[in-house]
């Protein structure tokens, strides 16, 4: 999953860029408002962590912003201001959820799990798919009841593809949701990640868009 993390707070930032990183996640950290506004315009994110007291564009007029755009990204705000009007003011302009600074990454990293949860309209902690079970929140991967080991990238890519089950993602998406936008990779290594799972997993779970992209395949199609 490929994150937008809007902070100016630098020391904060990186930890929490950090923590989510650890957490599976694609992080891309912005540290001003306009700067969030221009990407959020021309990239794909599946989550956005949003501080209010941002330099250049505050944080509720981006979100304001973003959801008269009809942008529906789930955003979580991430704010020092604890007073119940400000998280008033927050959830009406648009936020998803609501995060007082200090928090725990842990809880942090849970509320983004519900998130993301809402977004693909499921219910259940556990993503499945025929036989497979995703567990998001353990990093953990069963195929007919059977735990089977990943790396952190094969579990990352894996989780994108089954939360969109039925829905074919591009190379490009697949790609940022693995490294966002900082980090080199060869040309290949999607398809040697795709390989591996489908080692794992048999063949006909991931199906090959040529051109394209991949998709994961539900039992009816």
Partial sequence: MRLLLVEDDTLLGDGVSAGLRHEGYAV???????SAWSALQSEHFDL???????????????????????????????????AVEDRVRGLDSGAD???TKP???DELAARLRVLSRR????????????????????????????????SSREFALLHMLLEHAGEVLTRRR?????YGWNMETESNTLEVYIHRLRRK????VIRTVRGVGYMAVRDSE
């Fill in 28 to 34: 891309d950290w912005l540290t001003d408002g306009e």
């Fill in 201 to 204: 997993l048999g063949s006909a």
């Fill in 97 to 99: 959820d609501y995060l």
């Fill in 174 to 178: 697949l790609e940022e949701a693995l």
């Fill in 119 to 150: 977004n693909a309209g499921r219910a259940a902690p556990l993503i499945r798919l025929g036989d497979i079970a995703l567990d998001p929140a353990a990093h953990t991967l069963t195929v007919g009841g059977q735990a089977v080991e990943t």
């Fill in 48 to 82: 956005m962590v949003l501080d209010l007291g941002l330099p250049r564009l505050p944080g509720l007029e981006l979100l304001t912003r973003l959801r008269a755009k009809g942008l529906t990204l789930p955003v979580l705000v991430l704010t020092a201001r604890d």
């Fill in 103 to 105: 928090f725990d990454l």
